[in-house]
Nanobody
C-alpha cells in the first residue's frame, strides 16, 4: 500500500528556516506528481507547492512564492520542502500528497495519497 511519511517539522522563530521531507513507499515514485498542502487550526487545507514527476515543473501558492522551494529525489523516493523566511502565518500542519497524474497540480481532488502530516510552528 502507498505510504507517505513526513518529517522535519518543529518550532522555529520568525525569519528562520525548516526543511520538510516526505519519504514514499508502495508506489512508483518517479511516476507521481507530488505536492505539499497545509492546514492551520480552524482553516481549510490549502495548497502550498507542487512538483511534476521528473521535477521539471513546479508551482507555488502566492503566499510562499520566493520563500519556499519544493524539490524531489526520485532515487530516494523523497520530496522536500525548503522553507525560508518563515512567518507566524506559516504555522500549520504540513501534508505531503501524491497524484498518479504525474504532472504538476494544485488541485486537492487530484491527490489520492496523503501523509499524516508534520507540525510547523513559527513564533513571533
Amino acid at each position: 500500500q502507498v505510504q507517505l511519511v513526513e518529517s522535519g517539522g518543529g518550532l522555529v522563530q520568525a525569519g528562520g528556516s525548516l526543511r520538510l521531507s516526505c519519504v514514499a513507499s508502495g508506489l512508483t515514485f518517479s511516476n507521481y506528481g507530488m505536492a505539499w498542502f497545509r492546514q492551520a487550526p480552524g482553516k481549510e487545507r490549502e495548497f502550498v507547492a507542487a512538483i511534476s514527476w521528473g521535477g521539471h515543473s513546479t508551482v507555488y501558492a502566492d503566499s510562499v512564492k520566493n520563500r519556499f522551494t519544493i524539490s524531489r529525489d526520485n532515487a530516494q523516493n523523497t520530496v522536500y520542502l525548503q522553507m525560508n523566511t518563515l512567518k507566524p502565518e506559516d504555522t500549520a500542519v504540513y501534508y505531503c500528497a501524491g497524484t498518479v497524474r504525474g504532472y504538476v497540480s494544485r488541485t486537492y481532488a487530484d491527490f489520492g495519497s496523503w501523509g499524516q502530516g508534520t507540525q510547523v510552528t513559527v513564533s513571533s
